[in-house]
């Protein structure tokens, strides 16, 4: 049996996904699977050692500001190079719920392959992970997603080499808090309505360097405005500076993370280290394993009428996100006192 699965990304998707398929794997040692993912994340992906081979498709190049033309053409490259290989799969699994999806894979479409994605009758109140192992067709009665990803942490970590010695020098010296202030963006969009506001941030900085604690402000590339914003003097900063690999090492070796839902938070959760996130218009649940010891996952939940609103595509018609607003720097404050000092 030969599937071929298609996740392009973003991060947290990949994490989960990958979580998915360790189970997966583990229930159908005997089929062989190949992941198709966005380019952009290839070798994170295979870092995670979790299929057993990996096509790469320039997915980015489909949402940019090229020409029609140019992403048909990208489409047929892709699918005449890799003809015989995409022809050979039993099935293709491909969650995600629109269709056009399985136009970046038209030959095995036409060719009368099976191809299953996601219906839109989805529990988004559940963890993705079980989303993604019943469309594999797998039963997840007796999944532990906590102890899956843990696991699948523990191994990355143990595998990983080409950790950033420098960074590893220089974090030795002392102890030390990860937050990531930026993040939620991917390759479709930016969901500024997930973002915990950045004052806040701020705030927390101000109150562990008041009690003497280092921070370190991790993100991507894309998260560089963010710098204009806080006291680099009181932090050190890496944004856009390591890999996502680096970033794993980098926050399993924190006292703690705080960050919202985004890409770094599905980092952390592969992690040690103790973890504070921030939801608003997604559930905790459908992110992140809620049995994960040394975490803390605020959520106003059913105090704010629309929350949660994120329904697997869209978000509520919203321009001042007050599920996410509305958590208050104290409740966070009251956290890292718990995780850190047991107040």
């Known amino acids: 049996m030969k599937i071929l699965f298609v996740k392009f990304g973003a991060i947290g998707d990949i994490v989960q996904s990958a979580v998915a398929m360790k189970h997966y794997k583990e229930c159908s040692s005997s089929t062989r699977v190949t992941w198709l993912v966005s380019s952009q994340f290839v070798d994170f992906t295979k870092s995670l050692e979790v299929a057993d081979d990996y096509l790469s498709f320039p997915f980015h190049e489909l949402l940019g500001k090229r020409s029609l033309i140019f992403k048909i053409l990208l489409i047929l490259k892709f699918n005449f190079y890799n003809f015989k290989k995409l022809i050979s799969f039993d099935e293709i699994y491909i969650p995600y719920y629109d269709f056009r999806y399985k136009f970046i894979i038209f030959s095995c479409f036409l060719c009368g392959k099976t191809i299953l994605n996601f219906s839109k009758n989805r529990k988004l109140l559940r963890n993705r992970v079980f989303e993604i192992l019943q469309l594999l067709r797998v039963s997840d009665g007796k999944v532990n997603i906590n102890l899956l990803t843990s696991k699948l942490g523990e191994r990355i970590l143990r595998k990983t080499v080409n950790f950033d010695v420098s960074y590893e020098n220089i ?115 459908s992110v992140v394993p809620l049995g994960r010891p040394n975490s803390i996952f605020l959520s106003l939940g059913n105090k704010v009428p629309c929350s949660p609103c994120y329904d697997g595509h869209s978000y509520a018609d919203c321009d001042t996100p007050l599920c996410m607003n509305l958590i208050t720097v104290q409740s966070v404050l009251d956290s890292i006192d718990s995780l850190l000092f047991n107040i």
Not at 174 to 192: C, H, Q, T
Request: glycine share 6%.
């Open 171 to 285: 974090l030795s010296n002392f102890e030390y808090i990860v937050l990531a202030p930026g993040g939620a963006k991917n390759l479709l969009r930016d969901d500024f309505l997930r973002r915990w506001p950045l004052d806040n941030y701020i705030a927390i900085i101000k109150y562990l360097v008041a009690k003497n604690l280092k921070v370190v402000i991790l993100g991507g590339v894309d998260d560089q405005w963010i710098l204009d914003h806080i006291p680099l003097d009181m932090c050190l900063n890496l944004i856009g500076k390591t890999s996502l690999i680096d970033t794993l090492h980098i926050m399993d070796k924190s006292k703690l993370v705080i960050t919202h839902d985004s890409g770094p938070i599905h980092l952390a959760s592969l992690t040690r280290a103790p973890l504070i996130g921030m939801f608003g218009p997604t559930s905790p649940n």
